[in-house]
């Protein structure tokens, strides 16, 4: 499994998680503009989530705003408790 990027698009700021290369150009689908890469995402592993790392199974922590699990109530970046999904 290759590494995963988080990708934004500028003018949107919208993020997207995408296996990517290093020194390819990855563009939105939707607008076509280049995306800037905002970060690399660390395996977390051992994990207490039973869900697969997937883009529809993840969030962003409102502390450290790195990505965990969505059936996990602590992050498993900062430790602290994350605020409640809205349903
Ligand atoms: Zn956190």
């Given amino acids: 499994m290759g590494q995963k990027y988080r990708l934004r698009t500028p003018s949107t700021g919208r993020e997207i998680l995408l296996e990517a290369e290093p020194g390819r150009t990855y563009v939105d689908r939707d607008t076509g503009e280049p995306l800037e890469v905002v970060g690399k ?47």
Wanted: hydrophobic share 35%; proline share 11%; net charge positive.
């Fill in 41 to 87: 995402v660390l395996p977390l592993s051992p994990s207490k989530s039973q869900l697969p790392w997937a883009t529809e199974n993840l969030r962003f922590c409102n502390w450290c705003d790195q990505l965990a699990q969505k059936d996990l109530n602590d992050c498993p970046t900062c430790g602290r408790r994350m605020a409640a999904l809205p349903r």
